[in-house]
């Protein structure tokens, strides 16, 4: 699609409304700036992120936003029980799921606009013991 000019917080917003996220909490850290993406795509990548969060971490999650300090991108965490370092590196793989009703699609979309647009992604622990995605263009 298009690349445009997109208010990242703009996004973060529609994304995060349009998912059901239940008693969870979006907390964003600071200012997140513009971004040049193909807005669609860029929402529909926020938005898988934040059902696997909400998915994964239970209703009450915090799932918290912000700039990355050491690179330009941006990160997502939560404070659910993280993803285990062996599976890191399934976790994109179109149909791995470690729920019951999972389809495993979520992250392979992630993972497939994320190159898409020529950006990496990684994932980690959060400050809270999480899941963190970092994201860098």
Not at 2 to 28: G, K, M
Not at 37 to 55: C, G, I, Y
Not at 100 to 113: E, K, N, P, R
Request: glycine share 12%; proline share 1%; aromatic share 8%.
């Amino acid at each position: 699609g298009e690349t445009e000019s997109v208010d990242i917080r703009e996004c973060l917003h529609a994304s995060w409304s349009s998912v059901e996220t239940q008693q969870a909490t979006l907390q964003l850290d600071d200012d997140l700036g513009v971004i040049a993406a193909d807005k669609s795509r860029f929402q529909e990548l926020l938005e898988n992120l934040f059902r696997n969060a909400v998915e994964h971490a239970g209703a009450g999650a915090t799932v918290t936003v912000g700039s990355l300090l050491d690179d330009t991108g941006l990160y997502i965490e939560d404070d659910g029980p993280g993803i285990a370092e062996p599976i890191r590196s399934e976790i994109f793989t179109h149909g791995y799921s470690t729920t019951a009703d999972g389809t495993g699609y979520g992250l392979s979309i992630v993972s497939q606009i994320v190159e898409g647009h020529g950006w990496d992604i990684a994932v980690t622990t959060g400050s809270e013991g999480g899941a963190r995605f970092e994201i860098t263009w």
